[in-house]
C-alpha cells in the first residue's frame, strides 16, 4: 500500500512539474540572430586557417558526432550520426530516414549542432549551424555524399526512404589538435562563417 501512496505522489509531483514546463514552440530559426553567435563568448588567438585545419583533422579521425536537434517543448535531442567530411564552406552532411524525430524537430526549429570529440586525446569540434532537409530523390542522388557500400547498408531502396540533412556552420568551436583554449576561461577557440 506504501508503494502504492508512494507511486502516486511520485506521479502527481512529475505530473505537476510537466505542467509547470515552457510548452510553447521555440522561436522558428532566426538567420539574423545566428548570422550573429554571441562575439563575447568567441575566443581565438590561433589563425582561423590552423583552427579550421585542426577540425577538419578531428573530423577525419572519427566521424560519427553527437547531432543535437531542439524538439517542440524546446529540450535538447541528442542521437549519434555518421556525417560526411565537412566540404569546402565547413558544410557537413547526414542521411537518414524521412520518419524521424530529427526531421520533424528541424522542420520546427533548423538550429542544429554537431559535436565531434576524442576523449582519449582531449580534443573536440562543435558546430553549431542550420540544418537544411533535402528530399527530393534526383537532388539526393546527386548529391550524396556517402559511399555506395555505406549507402547500400543503410539505404537499401536509395534513394528511397532517405532525407540528406545540410548542416551550414555559423560558427564552430576548437580544441585539440594544437589548438588550445583560453587559459582563463577554458573556452574552445572559434571561428564564425
Known sequence: MIKYILSLIVLLVLSLAALSCNT?????????????????????????????????????????????????LGRPRVRSVNTSSPDSTMAIWVATRPGTRKVDQIQENASVTLFYNNDSEGNYVSIMGQAVLHKDKEFIEANNPFSVEWTDQFFP????????????????????????????????????F
Open 157 to 192: 531502396e536509395f534513394p528511397e526512404n532517405m532525407v540528406l540533412i545540410e548542416i551550414k556552420p555559423v560558427w564552430m568551436e576548437v580544441m585539440g589538435q594544437g589548438i588550445s583554449a583560453s587559459e582563463e576561461t577554458w573556452r574552445p577557440q572559434a571561428v564564425t
Open 24 to 72: 510553447d514552440k521555440p522561436d522558428q530559426f532566426d538567420e539574423n540572430v545566428a548570422a550573429n553567435p554571441p562575439k563575447e563568448e568567441l575566443y581565438s588567438s590561433a589563425e582561423r586557417q590552423d583552427i579550421i585545419a585542426a577540425a577538419r583533422a578531428i573530423i577525419k579521425a572519427d566521424p560519427v558526432a553527437a547531432f543535437v536537434t531542439v524538439d517542440p
